[in-house]
């Protein structure tokens, strides 16, 4: 079974930074795509940033304030934050995309349970 992990969220001023962990646990072969997606209060899920092999993209609303990156020895995805808004309120969830195990059997995606990032004014 494989099971992702986030850690790293919590309460922050406005102009301060956080720093997301997202580790992936289990029997992995392999994992394509990882990425961090969120969910302001009230509102749907958005993609925020998502890392394959060496590309990222990101979301218009953190380009130059957000910065993805991976270990892939570790199956671990980060997300730096910095210049946080209180806009950026939400449930960070974390996803990996194309998890191929020594099985080769392979989950299209998987989800983190979700970290509260809070941005107070």
């Known amino acids: 079974q494989v099971r992702l992990v986030e850690s790293g969220g919590g309460l922050v001023q406005a102009g301060g930074s956080l720093r997301l962990s997202c580790a992936a646990s289990?029997?992995?072969?392999?994992?394509?795509?990882m990425g961090w997606y969120r969910q302001p209060p009230g509102k749907q899920r958005e993609l925020v940033a998502v890392?394959?092999?060496?590309?990222?993209n990101y979301a218009d609303s953190v380009k130059g304030r957000f910065t993805i990156s991976r270990d892939n020895a570790k199956n671990t995805v980060y997300l730096q934050m910095n210049s946080l808004e209180p806009e950026d309120t939400a449930v960070y969830y974390c996803?990996?995309?194309?998890?191929?195990?020594?099985?080769?059997?392979?989950?299209?995606?998987?989800w983190g349970q979700g970290t509260l990032v809070t941005i107070s004014s």
């Open positions: 996803n990996a995309g194309g998890v191929l195990l020594p099985t080769f059997l392979k989950y299209r995606e998987v």
């Open positions: 890392i394959t092999g060496d590309s990222t």
């Open positions: 289990g029997s992995i072969r392999s994992i394509n795509s």
